[in-house]
T-cell receptor, first 116, second 110 residues
Framework: GAVVSQHPSWVICKSGTSVKIECRSLDFQATTMFWYRQFPKQSLMLMAT?????????EQGVEKDKFLINHASLTLSTLTVTSAHPEDSSFYICSAPTSFLYNEQFFGPGTRLTVL | DAKTTQPPSMDCAEGRAANLPCNHS???????VYWYRQIHSQGPQYIIH???NNETNEMASLIITEDRKSSTLILPHATLRDTAVYYCIVRVGGYSTLTFGKGTMLLVSP
């Protein structure tokens, strides 16, 4: 199956700093990627849809100025958590649908963010 | 997208078949049934999907009732590595988003 990678796999940062998470489609091109957030013992919640060459679409309640998304190429989307606070600590997961495998979305392994 | 209902947890003995049910009584004619699973601290993994016919792949089988109001995911010979949260999702095909519910926590024991 198609492969989606994320980097870093985990990160610990101080409150007030910014953290960038990368999501890459390794063997296919993804004009669209999705960013999810998952708090402990909860399900995945869609944060935003990343579109190559255009602005991201954010879900209701997600601050676009806090969670900056850039989809500069067909294989890379980045999520930057700006001025991170402890409440932003979560598991961040990206996914990408493929064009050659109809209807399937492939997920990255996730990034564990801990803000101290 | 139609809402789904799944039991919060299930147990299965290793080597036995695991049958995970899902109710989706408000499913529309153009909505597919998808199954994903998430092993602890990993990203979700696609398992299988179907519209109205039963489907089988190397991972599992999907049985959809004739009225399409419910379905069952079958893992024919569960292993310890199948311990995960299993999500049943109903959605229109194409590049639409996935809405994750609470899923079923399947625990496979020796």
């Amino acid at each position: 199956g198609a492969v989606v990678s994320q980097h870093p796999s985990w990160v610990i940062c101080k409150s007030g700093t910014s953290v960038k998470i990368e999501c890459r489609s390794l063997d296919f091109q993804a004009t669209t990627m999705f960013w999810y957030r998952q708090f402990p013992k909860q399900s995945l919640m869609l944060m935003a849809t990343s579109n190559e060459g255009s602005k991201a679409t954010y879900e209701q309640g997600v601050e676009k100025d806090k969670f900056l998304i850039n989809h500069a190429s067909l294989t890379l989307s980045t999520l930057t958590v700006t001025s991170a606070h402890p409440e932003d600590s979560s598991f961040y997961i990206c996914s990408a649908p493929t064009s050659f495998l109809y209807n399937e979305q492939f997920f990255g392994p996730g990034t564990r963010l801990t803000v101290l | 997208d139609a809402k789904t209902t799944q039991p919060p947890s299930m147990d299965c003995a290793e080597g036995r078949a695991a049958n995970l049910p899902c109710n989706h009584s408000t499913i529309s004619g153009n909505e597919y049934v998808y199954w994903y699973r998430q092993i602890h601290s990993q990203g979700p993994q696609y398992i299988i999907h179907g519209l109205k016919n039963n489907e089988t792949n190397e991972m599992a089988s999907l049985i959809i009732t004739e009225d399409r109001k419910s379905s069952t995911l079958i893992l024919p010979h569960a292993t310890l590595r199948d311990t995960a949260v299993y999500y049943c999702i109903v959605r229109v095909g194409g590049y639409s988003t996935l809405t994750f519910g609470k899923g079923t926590m399947l625990l496979v024991s020796p």
